[in-house]
């Protein structure tokens, strides 16, 4: 890391209560953080931090096995992940990216798998709407977003969880990354 443009210091914790104890003191300008930690897992101290400094920024570390973990993670606001065995251009391109640019979001995707077939097609205004799931938005905050009702978001939910084939939100989020959809 200390060949990363902006990096000056790497410190290192070893569970999520120790992530959260250190906050207030060391106020990181980038967390890589581990979906899957000792006590306090990754999902549930994203939610904690955030909640106490929507100013965090957090890219989750992942194995591929643990989408569904990155996808609520990233719906509880991080901001990216990487799979733990991302190259080092990969790592120092997605650090030196979320350094850079205070609103980027996901890192390059390692997900996509080729028994997963073909993407589906989602229109534009689905899209739109898994954009704004990715980014931890209600229903209602989409729809200000794209001046709809919160009824009509909630109609392009049920139409992109069907062509997605995914169960709720977390879910089509995830299958969002693996195809490429979001980012």
């Given at each position: 890391m200390?060949?990363?443009?902006?990096?000056?210091?790497v410190t290192?914790?070893?569970?999520?209560?120790?992530v959260?104890?250190r906050?207030?003191?060391?106020?990181?300008?980038?967390i890589?953080?581990?979906v899957?930690?000792p006590?306090l897992g990754?999902?549930?101290?994203?939610?904690r931090?955030l909640?106490?400094d929507?100013?965090a920024r957090i890219?989750?570390l992942?194995?591929?096995?643990?989408?569904d973990?990155?996808?609520?993670a990233v719906a509880a606001?991080?901001?990216?992940?990487?799979?733990?065995?991302a190259?080092?251009?990969?790592?120092?391109?997605?650090v030196?990216?979320?350094?850079a640019?205070?609103?980027?979001?996901?890192a390059?995707?390692r997900l996509r798998?080729a028994?997963m077939g073909?993407?589906?097609?989602?229109t534009?205004?689905?899209i739109?709407?898994?954009?704004?799931?990715s980014?931890g938005?209600?229903n209602?905050?989409?729809g200000?977003?794209?001046f709809?009702?919160?009824?009509?978001?909630?109609?392009?939910?049920?139409?992109?969880?069907k062509?997605?084939g995914?169960?709720?939100?977390?879910h089509?989020?995830?299958l969002g990354?693996?195809?490429g959809?979001?980012?």
């Open positions: 200390a060949t990363v443009p902006g990096v000056e210091r290192t914790a070893a569970n999520g209560e120790e959260l104890r906050w207030g003191a060391d106020r990181s300008d980038l890589l953080m581990d899957r930690m006590g990754g999902v549930e101290t994203v939610r931090l909640s106490a929507p100013g890219i989750m992942t194995v591929a096995e643990d989408l973990g990155v996808a609520l606001g991080a901001r990216g992940y990487l799979h733990k065995d190259s080092r251009a990969e790592l120092r391109a997605t030196t990216q979320a350094l640019d205070p609103t980027w979001r996901l390059p995707r798998s028994e073909a993407a589906p097609t989602l534009a205004r689905e739109q709407v898994l954009e704004g799931m980014h938005r209600s209602a905050e989409i200000r977003e794209l709809l009702s919160e009824d009509t978001v909630k109609t392009h939910a049920r139409r992109l969880f062509k997605l995914a169960s709720d939100r977390a089509a989020v995830a990354f693996r195809w959809l979001v980012r």
